[in-house]
Nanobody, 124 residues
Framework: QVQLVESGGGLVQPGGSLSLSCTSS????????VAWYRQAPGKQRELVAG???????NYADSVKGRFTISRDNAKNMVYLQMNSLKPEDTAVYYC??????????????????WGQGTQVTVSS
């Protein structure tokens, strides 16, 4: 059973930065696409960023220029660097991985494995 575990969430002031990490119990990150999603209270889960196994990245318009997704295949880790955070970035952030697929997709139902989520709160 593949398990994903996120870490790095917390409380930060507007304009601040946080770095989220996601690790897997298997080497799934080495060959499959991975994405970060987020869900705010009362809202649907939305895509934040995705990265293919080859390193091609995609971002939601709302985070372009502020967030960076990256992967370290040797360490079996995926990261989300979040800068210039805004109150509207407040949400639970989830790491998701596809099984047996190299390419990124924006469709959450095409991700086979999900972490438990980590809370990010942006507030003064």
């Amino acid at each position: 059973q593949v398990q994903l575990v996120e870490s790095g969430g917390g409380l930060v002031q507007p304009g601040g930065s946080l770095s989220l990490s996601c690790t897997s119990s298997s080497n799934i990150f080495r060959i499959n696409a991975v994405a970060w999603y987020r869900q705010a209270p009362g809202k649907q889960r939305e895509l934040v960023a995705g990265i293919s196994s080859g390193g091609t990245t995609n971002y939601a318009d709302s985070v372009k220029g502020r967030f960076t997704i990256s992967r370290d295949n040797a360490k079996n880790m995926v990261y989300l660097q979040m800068n210039s955070l805004k109150p509207e970035d407040t949400a639970v952030y989830y790491c998701a991985a596809r099984g047996g697929a190299y390419y990124y997709t924006p469709r959450p139902n095409e991700y086979d494995f999900w972490g438990q989520g980590t809370q990010v709160t942006v507030s003064s």
